[in-house]
């Protein structure tokens, strides 16, 4: 068993505009089942806020919406993925967890509900503070057995959406 906060590292590395237009930018929304997709944003005069990078294979936690699963890994083959302060980013220590394990551990329903009862703030923007989520121990099996199960898992779950299993 290993706490979160042992094996990744909190990435706040600032994007510089200056340096970085807007336009260059591909920002992302994360889905309460993990997956990523990128957000279409048609004018930098919608985002005031401050960006930061996410950069390839770095895990990415949805602050408010973490009690519903809303943690990705970004994929190898994105660059230039910017966030707001709304969003974590987490830089994981690949020779001691496999970025997906930790997504799918999120993913599992009673790790959810368990992040659903320690929520806290005020009412209808209740969430889980990110020292408790880096606080939480999780199974920690070696390397080849976190991608063995993340392996196993996905083609379970293609099987299921092919309806070959029930």
């Excluded at 919608?46 to 895990?59: K, N």
């Excluded at 930790?102 to 993913?107: A, F, P």
Aim: proline fraction near 5%; include cysteine.
């Amino acid at each position: 068993m290993a706490k979160i906060g042992s094996v990744v590292r909190l990435r706040k590395e600032k994007v510089d505009p200056k340096i970085t237009p807007f336009s260059a930018l591909h920002l992302i929304t994360i889905h309460f089942d993990g997956s990523v997709s990128e957000r279409k944003i048609e004018s930098s005069r919608q985002y005031t806020m401050d960006m930061y990078w996410a950069r390839p294979r770095d895990i990415v936690v949805a602050k408010i919406d973490l009690k519903n699963g809303a943690v990705s890994v970004i994929p190898d083959d994105w660059c230039n993925v910017a966030v707001t302060n709304h969003f974590a980013v987490y830089e994981p220590d690949e020779k001691l967890i496999f970025p997906e394990y930790l997504r799918l551990i999120v993913q599992v329903s009673f790790f959810k509900a368990y992040l659903n009862r320690n929520k806290v703030g005020a009412e209808g923007r209740k969430e889980v503070k990110l020292d408790f989520f880096e606080s939480i121990k999780i199974p920690l099996p070696p390397l080849d057995v976190q991608r063995a199960i993340v392996q196993k898992w996905g083609m379970r779950r293609r099987r299921l959406s092919q309806g070959l299993e029930t």
